[in-house]
């Protein structure tokens, strides 16, 4: 049986590929398992400096897979699995926003629920231009999980993000650019390699520093001012200790490009 996540590592760059286009690559509880373990493999690799994660044939990713919520309903199990589904998808967010290291996601089509989950949770995302947003747990009467309420209205503001809930809106490539759910949109034959291209150009940045922005980033609405400032300190300090920024500093009094990627 091919695995539900197929890998592929150039460099420093690893892509978790989600492999089951049948399904319009909807997970389920082996594959998010199999996919949390890539992930924690990639977050644990210092030679992993960026990963970029898509989906096979026509879809990213369309999140829980409906079919084995039938088969579930139909066995009177269905809250068992949403709750092993559900923590098993927490993991992976985790891993998406907890790792040191940038996260591209490369939409080749739809990014619904779950999907649109992970998608949200990386840190730079590329949609080809037949791709589309939804958060489709609405249509199924479903509860959002996978952090798609903690997503949303941080990145929309609460309004927005309940006009898309409400409506379970379909949300095409262009308009998701223009609300800054994705940060590019580009042709359809060319979102693998501009996913690798701007997966290399992240490797080659400062990817402590890096891990620090996301790692603030995520804490800032819910911190105060002080506190916000107190974690800057810690990671300012972290920064110095290491050996990125001291190459920045040398690279710009030297007037040249820094080489963050080196050892």
């Known amino acids: 049986m091919t695995p539900a996540i197929q890998t592929e590592r150039r460099g420093a760059?690893?892509?978790?590929r989600i492999s089951r286009p049948e399904r319009l690559n909807a997970l389920d509880i082996p594959s998010f398992a199999q996919f949390r373990q890539e992930l924690e493999t990639a977050a644990l690799d210092p030679s992993v400096r960026a990963v970029i994660l898509t989906g096979e044939g026509r879809a990213f990713c369309a999140g829980g897979d409906v079919a084995t919520m039938e088969e579930h309903r139909a066995r009177g199990e269905l809250a068992r699995l949403f709750h092993d589904l559900t923590a098993g998808q927490e993991l992976a967010i985790r891993e998406i926003v907890g790792m040191?290291?940038?996260?591209?996601?490369?939409?080749?089509g739809v990014a619904a629920g779950g999907g649109l989950s992970l998608a949200l949770a990386a840190d730079w995302r590329i949609a080809a231009e037949s791709a589309v947003l939804v958060p489709a747990f609405p249509g199924l009467g479903a509860v959002p999980d996978g952090g798609l309420t903690y997503f949303l209205p941080h990145y929309l503001g609460i309004g927005l993000a309940q006009e898309l809930l409400f409506t379970n809106a379909r949300v095409p490539a262009t308009r998701a650019r223009d609300l800054g759910l994705v940060h590019e949109v580009v042709a359809a034959p060319d979102l693998g390699r501009r996913a690798w291209e701007r997966a290399e150009e992240l490797a080659q940045g400062p990817t402590l520093a890096y891990g620090w922005m996301k790692r603030l980033m995520v804490s800032a609405f819910g911190a105060s001012l002080e506190t916000q400032m107190m974690l800057e300190r810690r990671g300012a300090v972290e920064a110095a200790?290491?050996?990125?920024?001291?190459e920045g500093i040398r690279a710009f009094v030297e007037k040249r490009k820094p080489e963050f990627h080196r050892p």
């Open 241 to 246: 200790r290491g050996t990125e920024l001291a």
């Open 100 to 108: 040191s290291k940038p996260v591209v996601a490369a939409l080749p």
């Open 13 to 16: 760059v690893l892509e978790l």
